[in-house]
T-cell receptor, first 113, second 114 residues
């Protein structure tokens, strides 16, 4: 498999701007996850898709965050009106079902000026 | 809900010495346990996993971890470390009945010195 792909790798933007990240999971993986990792911490769960359905969202995912997976393949994570506290690494992972470990992409590092 | 505690934020060790990275979890249900490794500016790579069966699991590069249900622990060990093992290691847990999300510890930075 080609692995989980995330774009862009780095994003620098001014506070208040909107940003969108993309995740391409491993093909045939029906489950997709978004995590946020801040400096010195482990990844924190944001949201989960099974195929195109968003089945769970963390309370960390405020109204400014939205995620989609329209055709059950790639996913996008959008942050509107970015704030300083949004600076983090955003990780995407995929898996093909229960009892399978999650495979992670290299992440998108977001820096808010 | 599950939670994971990695008490050691940093572990310095000399090359060829043994190492143990500690992981404790709390959960009211049966769990699956994982160790991931993260190199700088990269995502997480699976090191090993415990789903069921033998409580001692091994990776291809010499790491092993033992699931201890009574102590709710899943410590990672290697008898002889290499410089290339320098990285951050994360312990993760998910519950066996709802394999939807992982709960990660805060990570342990392993620094192998020559």
């Amino acid at each position: 498999d080609t692995g989980v792909s995330q774009n862009p790798r780095h994003k620098i933007t001014k506070r208040g701007q909107n940003v969108t990240f993309r995740c391409d999971p491993i093909s045939e993986h029906n489950r997709l996850y978004w995590y946020r990792q801040t400096l010195g911490q482990g990844p924190e769960f944001l949201t989960y898709f099974q195929n195109e359905a968003q089945l769970e969202k963390s309370r960390l995912l405020s109204d400014r965050f939205s995620a989609e997976r329209p055709k059950g393949s790639f996913s996008t994570l959008e942050i509107q009106r970015t704030e300083q506290g949004d600076s983090a690494m955003y990780l995407c992972a995929s898996t093909r079902g229960s009892n399978q470990p999650q495979h992670f992409g290299d992440g998108t590092r977001l820096s808010i000026l | 809900a599950q939670s994971v505690t990695q008490l050691d934020s940093q572990v310095p060790v000399f090359e060829e010495a043994p190492v143990e990275l500690r992981c404790n979890y709390s959960s009211s249900v049966s769990v699956y346990l994982f160790w991931y490794v993260q190199y700088p500016n990269q995502g997480l790579q699976l090191l090993l996993k415990y789903l069921s069966g033998s409580t001692l699991v091994e990776s291809i590069n010499g790491f092993e971890a033992e699931f201890n249900k009574s102590q709710t622990s899943f410590h990672l060990r290697k008898p002889s470390v290499h410089i290339s093992d320098t990285a951050e290691y994360f312990c993760a847990v998910s519950d066996s009945g709802n394999f939807n999300k992982f709960y990660f510890g805060s990570g342990t930075k392993l620094n192998v010195k020559p």
